[in-house]
């Protein structure tokens, strides 16, 4: 059976997601078999200022209300979760688009009273995604998840997908965004680990989205996950076989 890699679409780069992008992933479903997760902040964004609802973070999580939690079903569940399920079958890869909320996929619980609506994974239906797999789908999960009582949550996409590869027992995770991976002064990190980027969060080179994103990378890699790669979307990231990105490791930073 092939290993499974898990791949996070980014909201900030799916309505661009090109010929190249799903020409890199292609190649890799030859030798992986793909679970995707993807995010939508932007698009949740439109919809928010749409309805006149103001858009609140705090360290890159939204500050999700009844009527946020709303827009984000909307826009994750459905807007964006069949365009890329669309997406990824006109690129000839068989998808099967749902949330974390279906089928118990992402069992969650609140995360922070002052976040509202926003969840942490305490499970992952591994089963139901073994089970897909084995009939050649793409599973493609927007990250809303659901409680015992039946309460959804908002789970951010990093986090989400940082759980799922855990779950699977994945050994890679890439992180698909609208930079070429971890900056500091304009200039990309090759490699980067827990110290490292704690200092940049420290410092504030690292902000707002990119910290979820680094900080599930490192959460990832305490787990069987090996490999987390933050590569840009906008190109084709896999360039003689070798991801172009940020890889988060778990050594000590050189
Ligand atoms: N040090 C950094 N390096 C790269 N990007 C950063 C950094 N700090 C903040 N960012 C921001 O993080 C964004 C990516 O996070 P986010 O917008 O949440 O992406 P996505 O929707 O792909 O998950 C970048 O577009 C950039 O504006
Ligand atoms: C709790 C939380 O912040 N959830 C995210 C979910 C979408 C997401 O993660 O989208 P990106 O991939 O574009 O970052 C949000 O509401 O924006």
């Known amino acids: 059976m092939k290993e499974i890699l898990v791949v996070k679409c980014g909201g900030s780069i799916l309505a661009r997601l090109g010929t190249a992008f799903f020409q890199s992933l292609r190649g890799l479903q030859q030798d992986y078999q793909l679970v995707v997760v993807h995010g939508g902040g932007p698009e949740i964004d439109e919809l928010l200022q749409l309805r006149g609802i103001p858009v609140e973070k705090k360290n890159g999580l939204r500050v999700t209300s009844a009527e946020v939690l709303e827009a984000v079903q909307m826009s994750l569940c459905g807007l964006v979760n069949k365009q890329l399920t669309a997406k990824l079958k006109q690129h000839g890869m068989p998808a099967f688009g749902m949330a974390g909320c279906d089928g118990d996929l992402l069992l969650a619980r609140q995360l922070d009273e002052e976040l509202g609506f926003v969840g942490e994974v305490v499970s992952v239906n591994a089963g139901l995604l073994h089970s897909l797999i084995g009939k050649g789908l793409v ?81 990832s890699l305490q787990g069987d996950v090996e490999r987390v790669v933050i590569v840009d979307g906008l190109r084709g990231f896999i360039q003689d076989g070798c991801m172009q990105g940020t890889a988060v490791t778990k050594g000590v930073n050189v």
Not at 145 to 151: F, K, P, R, V
Not at 164 to 170: D, E, I, T, Y
Not at 196 to 218: H, N, R
């Open 139 to 219: 599973p493609v999960i927007a990250p809303v998840g659901i409680d015992e009582a039946g309460q959804l949550y908002n789970i951010n996409g990093d986090t989400a997908a940082g759980a799922v590869a855990s779950a699977l027992g994945a050994k890679q995770l890439l992180f698909v965004t609208d930079v070429p991976g971890v900056l500091q002064d304009g200039k990309m990190i090759e490699t980067a680990d827990k110290a490292l980027l704690d200092s940049l969060i420290e410092q504030e080179v690292i902000t707002g989205g990119m910290i979820p994103k680094v900080q599930a990378a490192v959460a």
